[in-house]
């Protein structure tokens, strides 16, 4: 079964340190994303990624955060300063086509502790 | 603006009870998608179910039903026969129908109790 894979697992960094985490979409999908989830909160959308260009982005994602499909198979997320509440499972998630039909792969995450 | 209300923090059943997560939502689109996504204590996200909002149909899955009921913006989810297994956070979703970015409701954490 495809799957969306995401490294690292884990990351331990130290504040102010530039992040990246990496996603490889399931390869014939055309929708990607970045959830958030904070240790016991919910999932929040940070930002989606379509034809090699931001089609979205909440007010999460500000300056210190960005995107990047560099390849045509991996999709990054960086952080460029990190805080620490920039803590958290961070979820890829990739979309076939139209993102109203079928179903939203998430990887199964990376969790980013900043000290 | 949408949004989607879990008022259920923490539900916490014996093994074999049924229990009920409730979900209700907000949206102006006339045309969404709603979903139900399970957390264990591994971390995941694990899809469970999606349907859009013209299916008003219940639908079951072994032990899992799910009761969508448009007039009242609820898409209630019931695991029957609760197990060990089932403890987890469940989370109800809504899709944003331009762009299909879900959003999320806070997560019930159920804890089934052998």
């Known amino acids: 079964e495809p799957e969306v894979t995401q490294t690292p697992s884990h990351q331990v960094t130290q504040m102010g340190q530039e992040v990246i985490l990496r996603c490889v979409p399931i390869s014939n999908h055309l929708y990607f994303y970045w959830y958030r989830q904070i240790l016991g909160q919910k999932v929040e959308f940070l930002v989606s990624?379509?034809?090699?260009?931001?089609?979205?982005k909440s007010e999460i994602f500000d300056d210190q955060f960005s995107v990047e499909r560099p390849d045509g198979s991996n999709f990054t997320l960086k952080i460029r300063s990190t805080k620490l509440e920039d803590s958290a499972m961070y979820f890829c998630a990739s979309h076939i086509a139209d993102p109203n039909t079928g179903e939203l792969f998430f990887g199964e995450g990376s969790r980013l502790t900043v000290l | 603006a949408q949004k989607v209300t879990q008022a259920q923090t923490e539900i916490s059943v014996v093994e074999k009870e049924d229990v009920t997560l409730d979900c209700v939502y907000e949206t102006r689109d006339t045309t969404y998608y709603l979903f139900w996504y399970k957390q264990p204590p591994s971390g995941e996200l694990v899809f469970l179910i999606r349907r859009n909002s013209f299916d008003e149909q219940n639908e079951i899955s072994g032990r899992y039903s799910w009761n969508f009921q448009k007039s009242t913006s609820s898409f209630n989810f019931t695991i029957t026969a609760s197990q060990v297994v089932d403890s987890a956070v469940y989370f109800c979703a809504l899709s944003d129908f331009q762009t299909g970015k879900l959003i999320f409701g806070q997560g019930t954490t159920l804890q089934v109790k052998p």
């Open positions: 990624f379509y034809n090699n260009e931001i089609s979205e």
